[in-house]
């Protein structure tokens, strides 16, 4: 048996000012995302990691370097847990967003033609991606548990994939910063053991 723990990053500068940041550059932890990684690194020493991989983008591998120091690892960064490619979409406040284009986050899990219309990477492309770490992962790391730091839609892609969720579902579930999702391997299942953990003080953060 071995865990797939799935940490989103902890709070960063988009988060507070609701900017669509995508890949762009600029939006490093606040104070209280230096805070929420340092508490979550705690939060997962019993879980004993063996290993941590991280998306590149600058608010996540900051989380992942808090935690692996927190944890005593090091840690790797791969691309395949990136944050989605939002296209011209890329640094727009949400209030534009949805005043201009209407629910481009519903469309996003609906595979809506807008999607790729516009530059954003579809929803499927996050599933792959995400699922072909985690299929590399269950051969090379057997029996250990692995931490995955990485954003909001990667997370979901992978609770898609076991719930078979509709995009209306998808939409309305919000993976809170700092926030672990623990998936299980048993044999070649995989099962959902925790959505949205962390230490108690956590919840009330936000």
């Given at each position: 048996m071995s865990f797939f723990v799935f940490l989103?990053?902890?709070?960063?500068?988009?988060n507070v000012e609701r900017i669509l940041a995508g890949r762009s550059t600029g939006y490093p932890l606040t104070d209280l995302g230096v805070q929420q990684a340092e508490k979550i690194g705690d939060?997962?020493?019993?879980l004993h990691i063996s290993k941590i991989y991280s998306s590149p983008i600058e608010r996540a591998e900051h989380t992942a370097r808090i935690v692996a120091n927190?944890?005593?690892l090091?840690?790797?960064v791969d691309e395949r847990l990136t944050e989605i490619d939002m296209g011209i979409f890329s640094g727009m406040p949400y209030e534009d967003m949805f005043a201009k284009h209407g629910n481009i986050f519903l469309k996003f899990y609906q595979g809506h033609s807008i999607v790729e219309?516009?530059?954003?990477?579809p929803f499927?492309?996050?599933k792959k991606r995400v699922l072909d770490i985690v299929?590399?992962?269950?051969?090379r790391h057997n029996n250990e548990n692995i931490l995955f730091v990485t954003h909001m839609d990667p997370i979901k892609s992978m609770i898609s994939t076991i719930f078979q969720l509709k995009p209306e579902s998808l939409y309305e579930?919000?993976?809170?910063?700092?926030?672990?999702t623990i998936l299980k391997r048993e044999q070649s299942n995989l099962s959902v053991v925790a959505i949205n953990s962390m230490s108690p003080e956590g919840y009330h953060q936000e």
């Open positions: 989103r990053h902890a709070q960063a500068k988009n939060f997962l020493k019993p927190r944890v005593g090091s840690y790797n219309k516009n530059g954003i990477e499927e492309s996050v299929d590399h992962c269950s051969r579930l919000i993976i809170r910063n700092a926030s672990l």
